[in-house]
């Protein structure tokens, strides 16, 4: 097949929090979700994907200046083979991505790897698919990649098909219609041992993963609920339970599973007791032992100063809501 000229693209998307997590598949294969999922997406951590299909007999890819190999190599190319059939061509690519996500930030970006890839790939190839396709193409690299695809509040359905068309995420609220921030704090950014993919897989032979998959409708409704209200102490109050309950399901397996250090349980009592003096701050953690707090704009500071001593903590920085995939001219 001959290689159009303008055979290359480039776009950025940003990484998103989870504030009622995905934590179980219904379709390994396919990154189906066991339940839905609600998160925010955060302006200036992300990562910019420049994709060209030219002629040549093997993909290749450069991430942050080094060529991927292995496991790595392989997900990416079986992801571009998705984008390949989608869009009806057979060239192999040459693929870029260049992180913005501080090398040190313990914050997966996977999930922006994975939109800005969807985005960039699918116009590399000559087509221009709507938001809903991009975040269903985008969920087949990482499930939580497809709430990437849009900024702000973010909802991914479960979804009911077994062939996963069902299964996208859509805009609940933009990035500039309610400020918040979201403070991270960064207790270790050594590579951690289980990937979510793997923890939550282990999970689900856990006695209380039933349960907590029973109970996600609820917090989803909550969250809903809150947003649409701007009610950050609804919101948060659900965010904190719903990563306290993901991760007591890990707890619950054999062997258990515990991403969390000292400093992440330090954390969370400093943000309990701030709350506890008025500051409007809520915990959220995901696959690692990083505390994610979501607060107003007005208890940043605060917020701040009150993880920054914790032993255990190398950094603190907070972030705005951010926007929704993009190409780069
Ligand atoms: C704890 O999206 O990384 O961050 O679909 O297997 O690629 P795969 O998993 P991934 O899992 C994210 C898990 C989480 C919670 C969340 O983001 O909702």
Request: with cysteine.
């Amino acid at each position: 097949m001959s290689v159009p000229e303008a055979a290359a693209a480039t776009a950025r998307a940003n990484v998103n929090v989870a504030l009622v997590k995905y934590w179980g598949k219904r379709d390994a294969a396919l990154n189906l979700p066991a339940a839905g999922s609600i998160s925010v997406t955060l302006d200036g951590l992300g990562v910019e994907a420049r994709v060209r299909f030219r002629r040549g007999t093997t993909d290749r890819f450069v991430i942050d200046d080094a060529e991927a190999s292995g496991d790595e190599r392989r997900r990416l190319s079986q992801f571009l083979d998705l984008v390949r059939a989608e869009c009806g061509r057979d060239e192999p690519a040459e693929v870029e991505t260049r992180s913005t996500v501080p090398r040190a930030a313990g914050l997966a970006s996977s999930a922006a790897a994975f939109a800005a890839l969807a985005l960039a790939a699918t116009r590399a190839a000559g087509r221009r698919l709507d938001a809903r396709a991009l975040s269903v193409l985008a969920r087949r690299g990482s499930g939580s990649a497809a709430r990437s695809i849009f900024g702000g509040f973010v909802e991914w359905q479960r979804g009911e098909r077994a062939d996963g068309a069902d299964s996208a995420a859509q805009p609940l609220l933009d990035a500039g219609a309610w400020d918040l921030r979201v403070v991270v704090a960064l207790v270790s950014s050594a590579r951690k041992a289980v990937s979510s993919r793997d923890g939550m897989t282990h999970a689900a032979t856990s006695p209380l993963y039933p349960a907590w998959i029973e109970g996600v409708a609820r917090d989803l409704t909550r969250a809903r609920d809150a947003i649409a209200r701007r009610d950050l102490e609804a919101l948060g109050l659900t965010a904190e339970h719903s990563a306290l309950t993901m991760h007591a399901v890990g707890l619950g397996a054999e062997p258990p599973l515990l991403y969390w250090r000292a400093a992440t349980v330090e954390c969370l009592h400093r943000i309990w007791a701030l709350r506890a003096a008025g500051t409007s701050a809520y915990v959220t953690i995901d696959a690692g032992p990083q505390v994610k707090v979501l607060c107003d704009p007005a208890g940043e500071d605060r917020v701040r100063a009150a993880l920054t001593d914790v032993p255990g903590v190398e950094r603190v920085f907070a972030c705005k809501l951010g926007g929704g995939a993009e190409v780069v001219p």
